[in-house]
């Protein structure tokens, strides 16, 4: 995909989490759209293209943050290297978005863990404090996946020949 | 290097400079955080607009649906009234809650606040769950500066941790890098209010005190500022929340609580800027430590509520 036009959709994409997404939170938890965007890019595009838009989404979403540059891009690349990972062997299965999408938020979340611990963060480590922010986010996410996921799959289709045999 | 490696040494480049960024505590180039702050609060306002575009017309077609069977003429006119109702609504809470701010401001007359005119509208949040922050559409063109305070007429929100021209980002009071000085009202006891990645808050280093004596903090106590963070804290006398736990152990000098901040700080609407208070003086050797303005906005120093006195360290001139 044209690196200009993929720069302008995570530039949207960066901006709408940032001003929309807080409108639909559960809680202290929100739909991580971005993360569901370098998810569902890197489903089905592959992971080089997957890791290289977590590493521009991830930039302008630490642009965006108060805390210093890679709190949100290291978590992201880590999430996209699990989607690259586990979108390997079964990549053709009904259920790997969804399965992607779970596993792809734990990691992200674990990610941004140890980077707010390594700045000086005061990170609560207690499954009584993880799970009211790691359980509503993943549901949420799961809830946002049809709405970012099929539009993507469509672009990708435009965009560039089929990668999983579903798609020829 | 041929042209398929390229790609992958640029982003092992670019990688490498995210971490060192990190280690630097780097937050980007102010150009660009800039120009995004500026595109934020259009774009958010549009979207709001859009917003509620949809849900008039959303009301409007549910009610028509639902009247066009019994009398068509009464369709329309039920559907304005219903969409006059929800505004009306609207309205009277966003004057409630303006009533509510400005009666904060007149009672806090030693808080020099952004009022109405220049109110702070919520924009956006974070780009995540974990970090704790908001976008407001003030900066430094109205005054804004890093450090100042932020509330609402409930109680404490954060502090400005960035400013840009029309657009400032405050560091909530439940994210994990914040750290407030906080007072129980009723004991007296002081300790630190700081938050964490989950957004809980918690009170720490509360001294306990002794067998036979009243316990320094209980579950109900309201929680305020103490003021004794320095020039770069918080005004004290401010409301943050109440303790609606205490975890408390024999062998331990201090406890802890957590507490529930009075402002649900999911849903911060609107917010107001503390931009020109007194911070009280650090104790100094004849150990005067509780100077500084009063509730009623009165000082205890004696100065005026204006905070016109010389004692106390000036913010901003």
Redo the contacts between chains.
Sequence with gaps: MNPYGAALILLGVVIAQVALMPSAALGSAVPLLTLLVVVSWGYVRGPRQGMAWALAAGLLSDVMSPKPIGTYTLPLIAAALVVGLGSGRLADAIFMPAALTTLATIVFIAGQIVVLGLIGDIVDVRPAALVPTVLPTVLLNLLWLPIVYFPLRWLARRSGPPRLAWER | MSRRDR?SWM?AL??LG??F??A??????AA??GT?SR??AP??HA?RGAREQVGVVTEWSRSSEALEAKVAELTEENARLQVESTKQGQLIRENEELRAALGYKRDRVDLDLLGASVRADV?????????????IDQGSLAGVAEGDPVATHRGLVGRV??TFGEAS?V?LIN???SAVGARVERSRATGML???????LTLRYVPQNGPGMPPNIVVGDVIHTSGLDGTNGFPRMVPIGQVIEVRQSDERPNQEAVVRPFVDL?SVEFALVITGWRAVPLPDAAGSTDSGSAPDGSAADGSAPDGSAASGADVRP
Excluded at chain 2, 24 to 29: F, I, N, Q, S, T
Excluded at chain 2, 194 to 200: E, H, L
Aim: charged share 10%; hydrophobic share 45%; aromatic share 6%.
């Design positions: 790609p982003f670019a990688l995210v971490v960024g990190l630097r505590g780097w937050r980007g180039p660009i955080n995004l595109v934020l774009v958010t979207l924009v956006g949040g974070e780009p995540g769950g974990l970090v704790h922050a908001i976008w941790v960035r980002q560091l994210d994990g890098g700081v938050g964490s990645v989950g957004g809980d999911g």
